[in-house]
């Protein structure tokens, strides 16, 4: 059975940081990125690390928004992706959503219609 398992959200203040996790379970995903959306707003794109063929290490994609602030990695050992994030926003409120794709996409990565299987979502508040 597919299952992704995200935690780490919380209340933060402004400056403040995170660590997203999800755990996956189930198959492999070669693709494993972060979406976020916030009240009234549509799913935006995270972050995205692709899986390299050698399976060491992976491609990192960052949105604007967060570039800088976040990184996104990946413990293969124990299937699951992490989100690192600093000097959080109050901008960066909103329910944070762990997708995965069984292949690898150095094009699609941001586009969420292109991912098979997604977490239930947590909560990340960032208080000013």
């Known amino acids: 059975q597919v299952q992704l398992v995200e935690s780490g959200g919380g209340l933060v203040q402004a400056g403040g940081s995170l660590r997203l996790s999800c755990a996956a379970s189930?198959?492999?995903?070669?693709?494993m990125g972060w979406f976020r959306q916030a009240p009234g707003k549509e799913r935006e794109f995270v972050a995205a690390?692709?899986?390299?063929?050698?399976?060491?290490?992976?491609?990192?994609y960052y949105a604007d928004s967060v570039k800088g602030r976040s990184t996104i990695s990946r413990d293969n050992a124990k299937n699951t992706v992490y989100l690192q994030m600093n000097s959080l926003k109050p901008e960066d409120t909103a329910v944070y959503y762990c997708a995965a794709r069984t292949s690898r996409t150095y094009t699609y990565y941001s586009d969420y219609g292109r991912y098979d299987s997604w977490g239930q979502g947590t909560q990340v508040t960032v208080s000013s």
């Open positions: 189930g198959r492999t995903f070669y693709t």
């Open positions: 690390i692709v899986l390299a063929i050698n399976w060491s290490g992976g491609t990192t």
